[in-house]
Nanobody, 129 residues
Framework: QVQLKESGGGLVQAGGSLRLSCAAS????????TGWFRQAPGKEREGISCTSSSSVGVNWYVGSVRGRFSVTRANSENAVYLQMNSLKAEDTGIYYC?????????????????????WGPGTQVTVSS
């Protein structure tokens, strides 16, 4: 079973940027869609993005992050990256990556955690206003 680990979180001022990494334990990761989720204190886990495998080449974002966040995949590194720009206080939370159970393509309702199995432990992002 592939293992995922997020990194790159930290404390940043509003308007700043962070780049999160999701590193996988093996190369099979590149053949699956990958989701990014976040969970703010006292709130449910929220799906914010999904990137398909490179062979499909499609990224999806929820409205609250579209235009500010972007996902890239580096198959040679068994990794997916989440570039977060123009950060806001409401972006604060623990960020998780997860591998899709559906294979290469993101599901239409990609933000549902039901479509993902392998999850990383998360990385904390704190945006100060």
């Amino acid at each position: 079973q592939v293992q995922l680990k997020e990194s790159g979180g930290g404390l940043v001022q509003a308007g700043g940027s962070l780049r999160l990494s999701c590193a996988a334990s093996d190369h099979t990761f590149s053949g699956y869609a990958t989701g990014w989720f976040r969970q703010a204190p006292g709130k449910e886990r929220e799906g914010i993005s999904c990137t398909s495998s490179s062979s499909v080449g499609v990224n999806w974002y929820v409205g609250s992050v579209r235009g500010r966040f972007s996902v890239t995949r580096a198959n040679s590194e068994n990794a997916v990256y989440l570039q977060m720009n123009s950060l806001k206080a409401e972006d604060t939370g623990i960020y998780y990556c997860a591998r899709s159970v559906s294979g290469r393509a993101c599901e239409r309702d990609f933000s549902s955690p039901n479509h993902y199995d392998n999850w990383g432990p998360g990385t904390q992002v704190t945006v100060s206003s």
